[in-house]
């Protein structure tokens, strides 16, 4: 059982190149949502879907957007790097935002 | 000011000792009071999670939750070295915004042998 998966695990991109983290999950929660943390500080919630074709915004969602198409699926997209946005990025899935299971994260740098 | 404030640590005891870990919060609308467990370099991992005032336990682990003093526990009995962990509290808000969470900033715990 893979659980919540994310790739890729390390990216370095450029400012201003766009990308998109890839999350996936197996256990057919409707709850999916992305965080982002940054040293020395817990996770801030950057969007949420509470089911396919629905997702709304977090705390941080600027920079980045989401879309939702099937249940198991859930990529983040870097419209425009900025160094900023250099932070590690969970994915994380659940039946409700109260018990999540989350992956193993992407580390991503922006130069 | 943070609506969830976590005593930030870190925290080093001798193994076997009791470990007590603390949040605060500003906001009386979360319902749901969660515990994760970060090793350095992976995702957190859910501990314990709480929708009502009082205490409950799993094995070693007791979450304590005072709505009326907005604040939350998380103790560790007899702790070992494979307790060595980053620990965040995480609320939840009901209702149309149930999808959005708060996390604290998280007590880096080392538990020596």
């Known amino acids: 059982n893979a659980g919540v998966t994310q790739t890729p695990k390390f990216q370095v991109l450029k400012t201003g190149q766009s990308m998109t983290l890839q999350c996936a999950q197996d256990m057919n929660h409707e709850y999916m949502s992305w965080y982002r943390q940054d040293p020395g500080m817990g996770l801030r919630l950057i969007h949420y879907?509470?089911?396919?074709?629905?997702?709304d915004q977090g705390e941080v969602p600027n920079g980045y957007n989401v879309s939702r198409s099937t249940t198991e699926d859930f990529p983040l997209r870097l419209l425009s790097a900025a160094p900023s946005q250099t932070s590690v990025y969970f994915c994380a899935s659940g039946a409700g935002a109260e018990k999540l299971f989350f992956g193993s994260g992407t580390q991503l740098s922006v130069l | 000011q943070k609506e969830v404030e976590q005593d930030p640590g870190p925290l080093s005891v001798p193994e076997g000792a009791i470990v007590s870990l603390n949040c605060t919060y500003s906001?009386?609308?979360?319902?749901?009071f969660m515990w994760y467990r970060q090793y350095s370099r992976k995702g957190p991992e859910l501990l314990m999670y709480t929708y009502s005032s009082g205490n409950k336990e799993d094995g070693r682990f007791t979450a304590q939750v005072d709505k009326s003093s907005k604040y939350i526990s998380l103790f560790i009995r007899d702790s070992q070295p494979s307790d060595s962990a980053t620990y965040l509290c995480a609320m939840t808000l009901g209702g149309t915004n149930a999808g959005k969470s708060t996390f604290g900033d998280g007590t880096t715990l080392t538990v020596k042998p």
């Open positions: 906001n009386s609308a979360f319902q749901y």
């Open positions: 879907s509470v089911g396919a074709g629905i997702t």
